[in-house]
């Protein structure tokens, strides 16, 4: 019996000591949940005033645009109005010459339109990724701050709980942080109204005249 008794306080004493191990790699083997948030990055740069203040300088750079377009759109038109006229009264080989500078105008007309499209687009880019850098420097501050593992765009996330999103935390931080952004100057000639709904660039006509018979040689 005593044998027996020495036997079972022994593995009792053993079990003591193995206690804190075991716990310790029981606790280690259990994942973690990271601490998360969700910021609407979508509503941000609609609601940010510094957002705000890049739409109005977009809006108002398309409209001038616009208004540029449609006065070189009308004196491309009456120029191809006149050339008309003049076709019956010109030689074929002052006619050709004539329509084809009128269709060296329509040309770089388009060219100018398409590298202020261009231009216009980038300045808009370059406005917009100043905003989102700043926007993500503020969700790094609110995140450092609260000892956050993870901050989850809302656009990737199917379902979260509403004390999870710090949107507005972030909003109130970036329109401190950036309360306005001028776009970049930049842009060639009058061309269209700028990316996304602008005014279509200019167009060549869609047939143009061939040139004309030669005319009856008058009598002397």
């Known amino acids: 019996m005593k044998s027996g008794w020495k036997t079972f306080a022994l593995a009792a004493l053993l079990a003591l000591a193995l206690a804190p191990t075991l716990a310790a790699t029981a606790l280690a083997q259990t994942p973690i949940a990271p601490v998360t948030a969700i910021i609407d990055i979508q509503r941000i740069l609609r609601e940010s005033t510094a957002a705000q203040s890049v739409r109005t300088q977009l809006d108002d750079r398309r409209g001038k645009l616009r208004d540029e377009f449609a006065k070189l759109e009308d ?60 926007m993500f420097e503020v969700a790094e501050g609110i995140a450092t701050k609260r000892d956050l593992d993870l901050v989850l765009p809302r656009s990737q996330v199917i379902f979260a709980n509403k004390e999870l999103d710090i949107t507005d935390e972030v909003l109130k931080g970036l329109n401190a942080k950036l309360p306005a952004v001028k776009m970049p100057a930049g842009r060639a000639g009058p061309p269209d109204g700028g990316p996304q709904g602008e005014a279509p660039a200019p167009q060549k006509p869609a047939a143009q005249a061939p040139a004309p018979a030669p005319a009856p040689a008058k009598k002397k």
């Open 75 to 134: 004196e491309l038109r009456s120029a191809e109005q006149e050339l008309g006229r003049q076709r019956s009264v010109l030689s074929p080989e002052a006619f050709d010459e004539k329509r084809q500078a009128y269709e060296r105008r329509v040309a770089d007309a388009q060219r100018k339109a398409d590298i202020s499209r261009r231009q216009l687009d980038d300045a808009f880019q370059t406005a917009l990724k100043e905003i989102q850098t700043a």
